[in-house]
């Protein structure tokens, strides 16, 4: 007998997207949705990504994801990238130049627009784009245009203050449009956000006016299970369900030796979407106490992160009725900017944790003393 609270639904799951390649992996078209996942360790310990890829492998990954800042990061993919049965990509985070180096030994590289902008300035960022092709097509490299809410390219946010759904969908299409005039097609695109609710608003808008780009889909910082996982699947239900999304990563707070977690929930999610299984949730309700927190990547300062993620919410499960946002991020490189949204930020550095109040800085706590700190604040806030 059916279950009554899975019932069959209608799906639209015939999609528009165009085929690319990564290496010989086909990604979009009617290819099978691809699961990936990303390495959360520093990726100059070679020992510790080894285990990270050794783990995601096991659990099925189709691409892995590795972070790469600098050129000492590149040695380390080299080494990596030998023993690795799949295929990595890797996330360029500040320093776009090293496309150079990485195009011959990955087979995708994601550039985030938002971060183009920053550096050389004096620069068009269609020049910047340009150079990037010009060093990862040779190599039959493929790229994805990353944009993330929380670092969204300058220009369109000025242009449109009201809107950050419309800037952040414009500065994917500006990219697509200067990629397209370069004659370069091996690409897709991700929109992501802390906020399901934005990410499925953002992909709906984009495939709207793109339905050929094919699309990368997840929703940054869901946090630690199950709400994470919960998050996720509201976002992935309403857009895998529409033909939306030709691959996915679950991004989830978890041990570091407990990644694998993020493979298993992504295929459990599309195999239930693609079984009519899910319950059409149209909007996320965020009524109380929401804890959003990053998966860690090779930024993370402490490991001691994701147990100050998990103690946070046991910590503040006093103020789960209070309509409030914690954010808690791993590096001090993206933890400013991450946290701006939320009431409390906290992001962490080696040997302490830095915490704001909406944007006022509360100053430097060690690990020990951030929670009695932490609940000080919360009583504050909701009192
Ligand atoms: S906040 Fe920092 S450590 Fe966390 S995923 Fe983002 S860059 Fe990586």
Known sequence: MANPLSPTKKTSMQRQSREIKIGSVKLGGQNPILVQSMAATRTQDIEGTRRQIAILEK???DLIRIAI???KDVEALKILREEAKTPLVVDLQESYRLAEFLAPLVQKIRYNPGHLHHHEKGKSKQDKVAWIVEKVAPHNCALRVGVNCGSVDPEWLERYPKDHEKAIVSSAIENCEILDK???????VSLKDSDPNRVVAVNKRF?????????HLGVTEAGLPPEGVIKTRVAFEQLLSQGIGDTVRVSLTVPFEEKGQEIYVARG???????GRFRSVSYYENAG??????PSCSRVENEKFVELAQKVKDMAVFAKSHKLTIAIMGCRVNGPG?????????WCSPTFVNLKRKDEFLGRFSYEDIL????????RLIT
């Open 59 to 61: 659990a099925g990954a």
């Open 69 to 71: 800042d600098s050129q």
């Open 182 to 188: 370069l004659g370069f097609k091996n690409y897709l």
């Open 207 to 215: 495939h709207l006016l793109c339905p050929s780009v094919p699309l």
């Open 269 to 275: 999610i599309i195999e239930d979407i693609q079984n």
């Open 289 to 294: 106490l929401n804890i959003i927190s990053c």
């Open 338 to 346: 991450e946290t701006d949204d939320a009431d409390l930020g906290l």
């Open 372 to 379: 009695p700190r932490l609940k000080t604040e919360i009583k």
